[in-house]
């Protein structure tokens, strides 16, 4: 499943760099793309997942999928000094600051399109069966929620924001198990999330949000 994962997304790059696209251009409809490339819809949209979630692509709902800037080499050795210098403890009060207004905006503003996502991503995680496959799946959760609140600036500033995390912290994690227990609070935390994004509950989502975050903070790091 990983290794066809993997060549979707090759294909998808392979079409992109072939079609010449310039940071800012629309690529083609959902549609085409499926005629194009041969997949189905559920191949080419995890394959969209995971090019929006490396910062490749950005959509807009309504609008359509976009290629995003080229990263800025000053801006990628800045976020290696900040994940050089930053504590686990910082770094999870600063997921504390930025995420909870994510998910506030992501129930005002989510499409049924982002809340299939999100569910997608909250089931994939409870599915995984090893820690690398769920961190994965929870990573695209955190993703499709920022996806959600539709709004470039809050996605470019949680992309930053992952970044840094994906260096700071699990590189100082340790697993005991195998896979996630049944019993990992994660999955009820994710799930209420979810659920307050889909009731269009702002204030539900934000509180959900900082409980989760706080909790995975208390279980790894201990508390903030």
């Known amino acids: ?37 041969g997949m189905t819809r559920n191949t ?84 995984a069966g090893d820690w690398a496959g769920y961190e994965a799946q929870d990573d695209a959760f955190h993703h499709a929620i920022a996806a959600a609140a539709d709004n470039m600036l809050l996605a470019a500033l949680f992309d930053q924001l992952s970044q840094v995390q994906r260096a700071v912290a699990w590189g100082n994690v340790t697993r005991s198990t195998r896979q996630p227990p049944r019993s990992h609070s994660s999955f009820e935390e994710h799930a209420a999330i979810a659920r307050a994004i889909a009731a269009r509950d702002p204030a539900g989502a934000h509180d959900a949000m900082r409980r989760h975050i706080g909790s995975v903070s208390a279980r790894l790091f201990g508390e903030i």
């Not at 060549?7 to 793309?33: M, Q």
């Open 44 to 127: 080419l949209r995890r394959a969209l997942d995971e090019l929006e979630r490396e910062g490749a692509i950005w959509r807009h709902v309504g609008k359509g999928t976009f290629l995003a800037p080229e990263r800025d080499e000053k801006q990628s050795a800045s976020l290696t000094d900040i994940s050089r210098q930053l504590t686990p403890v910082k770094m999870m009060r600063a997921r504390l600051c930025i995420e909870p207004a994510i998910a506030r905006e992501a129930a005002i503003n989510a499409s049924s399109e982002a809340l299939n996502r999100i569910m997608q991503a909250k089931e994939g995680a409870e599915e």
């Open 1 to 37: 499943m990983l290794a066809s994962r993997e060549v979707s997304v090759d294909t998808l790059r392979e079409f992109i760099s072939a079609g010449n696209y310039a940071p800012g251009d629309r690529l083609p409809a959902e549609r085409e793309l499926i005629g194009a490339l």
